[in-house]
């Protein structure tokens, strides 16, 4: 058990469908991560939010949006979705501190499938 | 460009060891992390090296040398339980992780 749980663990939506990914942390963190991760490629660091303030946007296209409204709970929304979009969908925490170890505590991942 | 270079897959018996090597090339360096990932489970940390040499954990050791640019893990008296994906990641000057596509490791009886 990592402290970090996500729902729901598969996800099947159409390209028109809205759907929302979370993400709860029961570590006492306050930085919390949203990554993709495909098929042999290395895993890709979506956003960042530090004491619920977004500070990572990487280049993420508009249909994924982010929403943090505490810092133990970490939404995904999704909307008009890519089949290209399906991906395992991780979530992650951390204690946020400048030059320390801060380790990233990861959940059990959304699998999604976009059709 | 910053890159982490892994094994795509490495196969290996039951009780034997295997090394599974990572190179990296990074704008400065932080520290580096070896995670294990188990199908359909969360990536849980093994190790994280912030100084050259070897670290012993059990059946476990990493070793790091930051003036080669090279880390490696090695797993000692294999179980079958050790069959997963193994991410090896980088933190650069900025503190930003940048990870391996990971080393899908089988292990045979």
């Known amino acids: 058990e990592t402290g970090v749980t996500q729902t729901p663990r598969h996800l099947v939506m159409g390209m028109t469908n809205k759907k929302s990914l979370k993400c709860e942390q029961h570590l006492g963190h306050n930085a919390m991560y949203w990554y993709k991760q495909s098929a042999k490629k290395p895993l890709e660091l979506m956003f960042v939010?530090?004491?619920?303030?977004?500070?990572e946007n990487n280049s993420v296209p508009s249909r994924f949006s982010p929403e943090c409204p505490n810092s133990s709970h970490l939404f995904l929304h999704l909307h008009t979705l890519q089949p290209e979009d399906s991906a395992l969908y991780l979530c992650?925490?951390?204690?946020?501190?400048?030059?320390?170890?801060?380790?990233?505590?990861f959940g059990p991942g959304t699998r999604l499938l976009v059709l | 460009g910053q890159n982490i270079d892994q094994p795509t897959e490495m196969t290996a018996t039951e009780g034997a060891i295997v090394q599974i090597n990572c190179t990296y090339q990074t704008s400065g360096f932080n520290g580096l992390f070896w995670y294990q990932q188990h199908a359909g489970e969360a990536p849980t940390c093994l190790s994280y090296h912030v100084l050259d040499g070897l670290e012993e954990k059990g059946r476990f050791s990493s070793f790091l040398s930051r003036s080669k640019g090279y880390s490696y893990l090695l797993l000692k008296e294999l179980q079958m339980k050790d069959s997963a994906s193994y991410l090896c990641?980088?933190?650069?000057?900025?503190?930003?992780?940048?990870w391996g596509a990971g080393t899908k490791l089988i292990i045979k009886p």
């Open positions: 992650a925490s951390s204690q946020a501190s400048s030059g320390g170890v801060e380790t990233q505590y």
């Open positions: 990641a980088v933190r650069d000057s900025n503190y930003q992780l940048i």
């Open positions: 939010y530090n004491f619920k303030e977004q500070t």
